[in-house]
């Protein structure tokens, strides 16, 4: 993939207005933002992700859309804190790791991981309503999506027919070596066994959050399209976590 400005995101994640920006960290020559929308101590925190892999522009993108809209009426119910770009690294060179040739993703354990050592640092002593982390797939022909959940509905199916209409959806019954429906990729026991502690996703759901919806967009449709797939689906959780929801 070509190379990607990280100095233009920058800009624009600095020219955010009516949000909170702050800087978590620095990799290198690249900080890494978080931008925080809502304050109130009463509310809890969503938590939601982009360019995990530099490789997947549609995240970052789609973070920074939400943040430029703002939450809105959303902020009733809920506080949001986002980190549009992870790895910045990657997305200034277009790569899926970081660095240190790292897939960030799945270097939890590891201590030498500066992208890591800002999640931790980010997420200690803290639980969240529910976690986002969008995702592209180069090889998918459509949308599809990982949800974890415990003591609440899921929401992957109203995602997935929110997000039908703009952009195809994956069907296959085997999804990344995994059984899915509809979609919905449909995880296993021996599997979350497997990538305890390795993962983000999976460590953040195991003691940060009881929802995590971690989406993939297809990269061959537009950025355009990619970017409003990814927004329906977190205006599908953040509805099931409002207040008049419950």
Same mark, same amino acid.
């Given at each position: 993939?070509?190379? $990607?400005?990280?100095?233009? /995101?920058?800009? @624009?994640?600095?020219?955010?207005?009516?949000?909170?920006?702050?800087?978590?960290?620095?990799?290198?020559?690249?900080?890494?933002?978080?931008?925080?929308?809502?304050?109130?101590?009463? @509310?809890?925190?969503?938590?939601?992700?982009?360019?995990?892999?530099? !490789?997947?522009? *549609?995240?970052? *993108?789609?973070?920074?859309?939400?943040? @430029?809209?703002?939450?809105?009426?959303?902020?009733?119910?809920?506080?949001?804190?986002?980190?549009?770009?992870?790895?910045?690294?990657?997305?200034?060179?277009? #790569? @899926?790791?970081?660095?240190?040739?790292?897939?960030?993703?799945?270097?939890?354990?590891?201590?030498?991981?500066?992208?890591?050592?800002?999640?931790? $640092?980010?997420?200690?002593?803290?639980?969240?309503?529910?976690?986002?982390?969008?995702?592209?797939?180069?090889?998918?022909?459509?949308?599809? /999506?990982?949800?974890?959940?415990?003591?609440?509905?899921?929401?992957? *199916?109203?995602?997935?027919?929110?997000?039908?209409?703009?952009?195809?959806?994956? #069907? $296959?019954?085997?999804?990344?070596?995994?059984?899915?429906?509809?979609?919905?990729?449909?995880? #296993?026991?021996?599997?979350?066994?497997? /990538?305890?502690?390795?993962?983000?996703?999976?460590?953040?759901?195991?003691?940060?959050? !009881?929802?995590?919806?971690?989406?993939?967009?297809?990269?061959?449709?537009?950025?355009?399209?990619?970017? $409003?797939?990814? /927004?329906?689906?977190?205006?599908?959780?953040?509805?099931?976590?409002?207040?008049?929801?419950?």
């Amino acid at each position: 993939m070509a190379e $990607q400005s990280y100095e233009e /995101l920058v800009e @624009r994640v600095r020219a955010l207005s009516g949000v909170r920006v702050r800087e978590l960290g620095q990799v290198g020559e690249y900080p890494i933002f978080a931008v925080e929308q809502g304050n109130d101590p009463q @509310r809890p925190t969503a938590l939601i992700t982009g360019g995990t892999h530099g !490789d997947e522009p *549609a995240g970052p *993108a789609a973070v920074l859309e939400f943040c @430029r809209q703002g939450a809105g009426a959303w902020l009733e119910g809920l506080n949001f804190l986002a980190i549009p770009c992870l790895n910045p690294h990657g997305y200034a060179h277009g #790569t @899926r790791h970081n660095g240190q040739d790292v897939d960030i993703n799945w270097a939890y354990k590891r201590d030498d991981v500066p992208e890591v050592q800002v999640v931790r $640092q980010l997420v200690a002593d803290r639980r969240f309503a529910f976690v986002m982390d969008f995702h592209e797939d180069w090889e998918s022909p459509g949308f599809y /999506l990982y949800e974890l959940y415990r003591n609440r509905v899921p929401v992957g *199916a109203q995602i997935m027919e929110r997000v039908s209409p703009i952009c195809p959806l994956n #069907t $296959q019954p085997v999804i990344e070596g995994q059984r899915a429906r509809g979609g919905i990729i449909i995880p #296993t026991a021996e599997k979350h066994e497997e /990538l305890r502690g390795e993962g983000i996703p999976v460590v953040l759901f195991d003691h940060h959050t !009881d929802h995590l919806v971690v989406t993939e967009t297809p990269t061959a449709l537009s950025l355009e399209k990619r970017v $409003q797939a990814q /927004l329906t689906a977190l205006e599908v959780v953040v509805e099931a976590h409002l207040p008049s929801a419950q």
